[in-house]
């Protein structure tokens, strides 16, 4: 396992109580269901590295967080809903986000922003893991994979 790089990637807005409504508590892994996620997931898993999901409800949170029920919340809408700065530093506190030496943020730009003020409170920065000309989720998507199986790129 490589103790010295967290990957954060996003939550999503497919749940999995869309699929199954009946469905009860799960895992923050099994929660959030898009494709995007589950390739994130898969990458964070395939080259062992520690990772954490930010979610506009919960802030960062682990993969074993446990989810309640389905929620529709984003950092993208007007909401006094989300995660706050102060809960999120507080989180990166108790994860000891600071004794990492690579963040990379699989999140998109919304989110990286509220990442990038929380990150700058201890005096670090998160990584992009994409070339510059990636803004489209296809192409992030087909990085990912890439980067499953050249994982010595981050």
Not at 36 to 45: D, G, N, S, V
Not at 124 to 153: D, V
Request: proline share 6%; hydrophobic share 40%.
């Amino acid at each position: 396992m490589r103790e010295d790089t967290l990957l954060i990637v996003p939550c999503s807005k497919k749940k999995i109580w869309d699929r199954k409504q009946m469905a009860k508590s799960v895992p923050a892994k099994d929660a959030y269901v898009s494709p995007y996620f589950k390739l994130c997931r898969i990458l964070a898993e395939s080259i062992s590295v520690p990772w954490l999901i930010f979610s506009a409800k919960y802030g960062l949170i682990q993969p074993d967080f446990v989810i309640p029920a389905n929620y529709d919340v984003s950092f993208d809408k007007n909401s006094n809903k989300t995660a706050d700065l102060s809960l999120i530093t507080q989180q990166m506190k108790f994860y000891q986000v600071h004794n990492f030496k690579k963040v990379y943020s699989f999140c998109g730009s919304n989110y990286n922003k509220i990442l990038r003020d929380a990150f700058v409170l201890f005096n670090k920065s998160i990584e992009n893991p994409f070339p510059e000309n990636m803004r489209s989720i296809g192409k992030r998507q087909k990085w990912i994979k890439y980067l499953c199986e050249n994982p010595h790129l981050l």
